[in-house]
């Protein structure tokens, strides 16, 4: 018998246009001899479209107005076997849509509320993996109401760390408002910026040398697998918004030219992050490395990854030999088994 899946897609943040092309990837891959799959597209606004609108959306690949408030019927999942929530960013990938499919008790692909909440949040993820002992830059958080009040508490601190230096908003995807500051007196501009977007602000370090961006994809529940290593590579002062979605400014190497012990490590790295983070069902977990001093500092973890078929995370498991389809077709698995 056929498992009815609720495909997820769309949704509130800057990536709504990626989910809608990961999600036209994924319904022409999941297996309709083992699957029945119906769509619902989330618009902008948090609206759930009905289908004709639904269909439209992903057709044109364009955000999409009107439709139900969040308690739509969909919601509830009901009838439903497992819901592929295929969203990314605030509202979708933070723990929020996995709270109410919980509530729901409906099977879902990828990490519950705790794993999506904490590694959504950069200053969580941070604490966490310093707990676990998982190297990273040198960082520092700033609060805006500090800012408000004691702005050279902030540039202090800012200055510790050291300039040229990164300023990001905690809770944000896609390199949405982040900035390098190369010099103090860009630091209020970038400040202003992320706190815009976000009441808490990451500060990061550079490293002394400009690292290679490598990445690997980790799969599973309890006894998680991880992927060949994979390097970005980009023609860009950093992989920001412009960089990251423009075609031709960033080239994927898989498996990346590493040395089989530096991949080994990269791999360790990446299951000890998907564990003390309590991930499951898929992240894609990435590093910066340092040729110069050996470093391999973890950068982030995204719990739900671009899924195009020639986005990064499919493409490192296509290079372990699992296909698209199978990858895909494994993650409602993993979904079934863990709840």
Not at 30 to 58: C, H, Y
Not at 306 to 326: D, H, I, Q, R
Request: hydrophobic fraction near 45%; charged fraction near 20%.
């Amino acid at each position: 018998m056929k498992k009815r899946i609720l495909l997820l897609a769309g949704g509130q943040s800057g990536e709504h246009e990626v989910s809608l092309m990961s999600a036209r990837s994924v319904l022409s891959a999941l297996p309709r001899d083992q699957f029945d799959v119906t769509p619902v597209v989330i618009s902008k606004q948090g609206r759930w479209l009905p289908p004709t609108e639904t269909q439209r959306a992903l057709e044109s690949g364009e955000a999409a107005t009107g439709g139900d408030l969040v308690l739509h019927r969909a919601a509830s999942a009901e009838g439903y076997d497992a819901v592929f929530p295929l969203l990314h960013g605030p509202m979708g990938e933070d723990g929020t849509v996995q709270g109410l499919l919980t509530l729901a008790g409906i099977p879902f692909v990828g990490s519950g509320v705790l794993g999506s909440a904490v590694s959504m949040d950069k200053v969580m993820t941070k604490q966490v993996l310093a707990s676990a002992g998982i190297p990273q830059v040198a960082w520092a958080l700033a609060a805006r109401r500090e800012w408000q009040a004691q702005p050279d508490s902030v540039r202090e601190r800012a200055a510790t760390l050291g300039y040229p230096l990164f300023v990001k908003p905690a809770n944000l995807g896609s390199s949405v408002g982040i900035s390098k500051v190369a010099r103090p007196e860009d630091l209020d501009g970038a400040l202003n910026l992320a706190f815009s977007l976000d009441r808490r602000v990451i500060l990061e370090a550079m490293t002394a040398h400009k690292p290679r961006e490598v990445e690997v994809g980790i799969l599973g529940n309890d006894a998680p697998i991880a992927s060949p290593v994979g390097e970005l590579r980009f023609d860009a002062d950093f992989y920001d918004y412009e960089t990251k979605y423009t075609e031709g400014r960033a080239t994927m190497h898989i498996p990346a030219p590493l040395s089989a012990e530096v991949a080994e490590q990269v791999r360790a790295l990446a299951l000890r992050a998907f564990r003390a983070l309590d991930c499951a069902g898929l992240a894609r977990v990435d590093f910066f490395y340092v040729e110069e001093t050996g470093e391999l500092l973890l950068n982030e973890v995204n719990t739900m990854p671009g899924f195009t078929t020639t986005s990064m995370y499919p493409k490192l498991f296509e290079a372990a030999g699992l296909s698209y389809s199978a990858l895909v077709t494994r993650l409602v698995e993993l979904a079934l088994e863990e709840r």
